[in-house]
């Protein structure tokens, strides 16, 4: 009797993805290469369907180290208005420049960073309220729109393009968070860059009025 060429389940699974987004080519489900897509294509489909595979799940993917390293959420009256100095600031902790098109800020803020948004290792990004405050400082500037950082703290999240959270920082103005940075001048600098960015042990108020934006920060341990 004959028996038709059986294509392992994974296999046929494989031929699937590469076949995937679908294009108009019916010729893709001819998975017995005879030049005709029928019941021998079906069968090659059937013969293992239900079949439990052991595969190893896909690797996740690597996302280049962006992390936050200053908050300044509620600049003193000395300095000026809200809208006018609120800022904070990314840096590139890994080795390979990053570019951040696609990348967002959410849960505070509503921001994506446009196409050709390149941050080389070691340099600062500020994203702010009033970039015409920061621009032309020598470090890249954005504007994240409407809204601001909250004055007695809140969640911010930093994605990568597919929504993978890379980092969050949960900042507060109470219990073990400084409370210098809550509009008596100083920013909200991150002591330890690679400290958990909720502890409020990896943060400490700026010497400077006004911290350091696009700069080294005035207190870093590491």
Known sequence: MF????????????????????????CRSD??????????????MLADFGAHCEV??????????????????????QQGSDSN??????????????NLAGWSLSEGLD???PENSWLQPGEFVVVTTAPITFTGLGYPVFDWGTGGLNNSGELLALRAPDSTVVEFV?????????????????????????????DAATWSASINVGGTPGAVNSLWVD
Do not use: C, K
Not at 11 to 25: C, E, G, K, Q, R
Not at 35 to 42: I, N
Not at 174 to 187: N, V, Y
């Open 170 to 198: 949960e900042y507060s103005d109470t219990g073990d968070w400084d409370g210098a940075p809550d509009g008596q001048g100083p920013s909200l600098e991150r002591l330890l860059l690679f400290g958990p960015a909720s």
């Open 31 to 44: 998975f017995d290469g005879d030049g005709v897509v029928g019941m021998a294509d079906l069968l090659l």
């Open 85 to 98: 100095y609120e800022f904070l600031e990314l840096t590139n902790a890994d080795s390979v420049p990053v």
């Open 3 to 26: 028996r038709p060429f059986l294509l392992p389940f994974s296999l046929f699974l494989s031929s699937i993805a590469m076949a995937w987004p679908p294009v108009d080519d019916p």
């Open 56 to 77: 190893d799940p896909p690797e996740p993917l690597s996302w280049p180290d962006v992390r936050f390293t200053e908050l300044h959420y509620n600049p003193g009256s």
């Open 111 to 113: 921001f994506t960073f």
